[in-house]
C-alpha cells in the first residue's frame, strides 16, 4: 500500500507525479510547459519491436540505447518544468504471465531510483522520492521544509517490493469466457462490431487473426479483412494502392474486447498481439479511433441477435478452447 498524506492544502503546481516509462508521445501528459524535443520510445512503444525479425543481441543493444535516452529525456524534463517534489510512480510492472516470458527478459526497463538519482545530480532544489510499498510521504512538510526527515516515512528494510505469485487463472478465464458467447456464431458479428466502431474514409486495410497465446492462427477462429476506406469485408486485399496491417490477437482477449465495446488498449499494451505493416507506417488515425474515440456504449448485442438468421443447434460443436469449429447457416 502507498501512501500520501497532507496536513493542509498545497498548490498542485509544485508537486509532480509521474509514470517514468509510460510514452510521452502517446500519452502527451508531459507536453505541457515543455520545449523539449519529442522523447525516444519508451516499453509501451518498444515491446512491438520485439516481434521484429532480428537477432536478440540486436534488440538487446537498441533497447539499451532507448532506455538510456529516455532515462535522459525525463531528467531534463523534469529539470526544465522544476517541480518542488517529483514523484515516479506506476512504472513498476512485471509481464509475468508464462506466456510473456520472451518480454519480461527482452525488455529490460529504467528504475525509478535511477532516474531520481539521476535528477538529483542535474536539480539540487527538486526533492525526489521513489514510492514503495508501506512508504508514506507527508506532502505538506516536504513542501513546507524540503530537508524535513519526517516529511518521508520509509518502509522497513526488506520490504517486499515486487508481487512475485499471481492468480493468472482469475482473469484469463474472465476473459476467456467470452470466447464461446452466441454472437460469434455468426460471421456477421464482424460488420456489426465494425459500423458500430465507427471508422471509415481512411485508405487502410487491416487483417485481423485470432491466435493461441503462443500467436498461432486458431484453425477454427476468426481470420478477415477490414477496408476501412468504405468499410467493406472483402475475402482478399483490393488491388489498389493501400496500407496494409495484420494484427494477430489471442483470441480471449480479442472477444472480450468485442463483447464489452472496450478500448484496443487491452490488446495494444497488454502485450496481447503481433503487428506486421506495409509500409512500414504508424497510422496514429486508426490507433487513435480505436484507443480513445469508440463510443461510449457498448454494442446493442441483444439487437444483433434479433436480427441474425438462426443457426441450427444440432449442427453447432465447439472445439476444447471454445472456438466454433462447425455449423450451419440456413
Not at 518498444?46 to 535516452?69: G, H
Not at 496514429?284 to 438462426?310: A, G, M, R, S
Request: hydrophobic share 35%; charged share 25%; glycine share 4%.
Amino acid at each position: 500500500m502507498l501512501s500520501c498524506t497532507s496536513s493542509g492544502s498545497f498548490p498542485a503546481r509544485k508537486v509532480m507525479f509521474h509514470v517514468p516509462g509510460a510514452s510521452i508521445c502517446s500519452r502527451g501528459s508531459d507536453r505541457q510547459g515543455s520545449h523539449l524535443s519529442p522523447p525516444p520510445s519508451s516499453h509501451c512503444t518498444l515491446w512491438p519491436l520485439l516481434q521484429m525479425k532480428k537477432k536478440d543481441s540486436w534488440k538487446a543493444e537498441f533497447i539499451k540505447t532507448e532506455r538510456k535516452k529516455l532515462l535522459n529525456y525525463k531528467s531534463m524534463l523534469v529539470k526544465s518544468l522544476q517541480p518542488r517534489i517529483y514523484c515516479p510512480f506506476a512504472g513498476c510492472f512485471v509481464e509475468a504471465h508464462p506466456s510473456d516470458k520472451y518480454i519480461k527478459d527482452t525488455n529490460v526497463k529504467n528504475h525509478a531510483e535511477d532516474l531520481n538519482a539521476l535528477i538529483n545530480k542535474l536539480a539540487l532544489d527538486i526533492k525526489t522520492w521513489t514510492p514503495k510499498p508501506g512508504a508514506v510521504l507527508d506532502l505538506t512538510l516536504a513542501l513546507k521544509d524540503p530537508t524535513n526527515s519526517e516529511a518521508i516515512t520509509n518502509p522497513p528494510a526488506n520490504t517486499k517490493i515486487y508481487k512475485d505469485s499471481w492468480e493468472f487463472e482469475l482473469y484469463v478465464d474472465e476473459l476467456n469466457s467470452a470466447i464461446g458467447c452466441e454472437i460469434f456464431k455468426y460471421h456477421s458479428w464482424i460488420q456489426f462490431y465494425y459500423t458500430w466502431a465507427g471508422f471509415q474514409k481512411y485508405n487502410l486495410v487491416v487483417r485481423v487473426i485470432e491466435t493461441d497465446d503462443d500467436f498461432e492462427p486458431l484453425t477454427d477462429g476468426y481470420d478477415y479483412l477490414v477496408d476501412f476506406l468504405d468499410l467493406s469485408f472483402p475475402s482478399s486485399r483490393p488491388d489498389r494502392e493501400h496500407s496494409y496491417l495484420e494484427i494477430k490477437n489471442r483470441v480471449g482477449v480479442m472477444r472480450s474486447v468485442v463483447l464489452h465495446g472496450r478500448l484496443w488498449d487491452d490488446l495494444y499494451i497488454g502485450f496481447q498481439n503481433h503487428i506486421s505493416r506495409d509500409p512500414d507506417i504508424y497510422h496514429h488515425k486508426f490507433w487513435n479511433h480505436f484507443q480513445i474515440e469508440l463510443p461510449l456504449c457498448k454494442p446493442d448485442w441483444d439487437q444483433f441477435l434479433q436480427q441474425v438468421t438462426p443457426i441450427q443447434d444440432t449442427e453447432t460443436a465447439y472445439d476444447e478452447s471454445g472456438i466454433l469449429s462447425y455449423c450451419t447457416v440456413l
